[in-house]
């Protein structure tokens, strides 16, 4: 049975906590080297939905996707305007 990316990704975290790497290095990490700036926007704005104000949830993320197209085209050529 193979594991899923999901389930090796938390197999990873664990292994990272217990070698003594905080959860504030780790997210740093990511949102500064492994996400897109959008993306890495988007999750936090996920983040804080969930945390702070869910209310407001759907207000912030309305426009996920309305520059995806623009974004994507912009990568073909070299140019990521979202970082």
Do not use: C, P, W
């Not at 959860?23 to 969930?50: N, Q």
């Not at 945390?51 to 912030?60: A, G, H, R, S, V």
């Amino acid at each position: 049975m193979s594991r899923t990316n999901r389930s090796q990704a938390m197999e990873l975290l664990s292994e990272l906590q217990e070698n003594g790497v905080s959860a504030e290095s780790m997210l740093h990490f990511i949102l500064t080297y492994s996400l897109s700036g959008e993306d890495a926007l988007y999750a936090m704005r996920d983040v804080k939905a969930e945390f702070l104000d869910e209310e407001d949830y759907e207000e912030d993320n309305s426009h996920k996707y309305d520059d995806e197209e623009d974004y994507n085209s912009g990568l073909l050529y070299g140019v990521d305007n979202n970082q």
